[in-house]
C-alpha cells in the first residue's frame, strides 16, 4: 500500500479517500478509528495493533501533533522490541512510504489536529 496524498482530514491510500483516523494493517485498513480519550493514545486504543506483532508501528499525531502518545504505550513497544516512529502525521506519511512493504509495518493516523 502507498499512501498518495495527505491534507487535514483528507488521507488517499492507492488513491482511494479516507476522511477519518485510521489504522493500516498489511492486508487491510481499518477506517473510522477513534481513541477511547481522544487525543491520547493509549494501549487499549491499538491493542489488536500490537497483537499482530508488527516488525515497525508508525503513528500520526496529526496535522499539529495534537494527539499524545502515552509514555506506557511507549514503554510496552521498547518492551516487546517493536520499532516505531511517533511524528506529525505528514511526517509519519513520509515514513510509511519509506518503509518497503516487504517489513511488516501497522500505521496509526490522526487525520486531523
Not at 21 to 35: G, K, M, N, T, V
Not at 48 to 54: F, G, L, R, T
Amino acid at each position: 500500500m502507498k499512501i498518495t496524498d495527505y491534507k487535514f482530514g483528507l488521507m488517499a491510500i492507492d488513491d482511494k479517500i479516507y476522511h477519518r483516523d485510521l489504522i493500516i494493517f498489511p492486508d487491510r485498513i481499518q477506517s473510522e478509528w477513534w481513541r477511547d480519550k481522544g487525543h491520547r493514545l493509549q494501549i487499549k486504543d491499538i491493542r489488536k495493533v500490537i497483537e499482530q506483532k508488527p516488525e515497525y508501528l508508525i503513528i500520526g499525531t496529526g496535522k499539529y501533533g495534537f494527539m499524545k502518545v502515552d509514555k506506557q504505550l511507549v514503554n510496552t513497544l521498547n518492551d516487546l522490541k517493536i520499532k516505531y516512529f511517533i511524528g506529525k502525521t505528514f511526517q509519519a506519511v513520509r515514513k510509511f512510504n519509506e518503509i518497503p512493504d516487504t517489513v511488516r509495518k501497522i500505521a496509526a493516523f490522526h487525520l486531523t489536529c
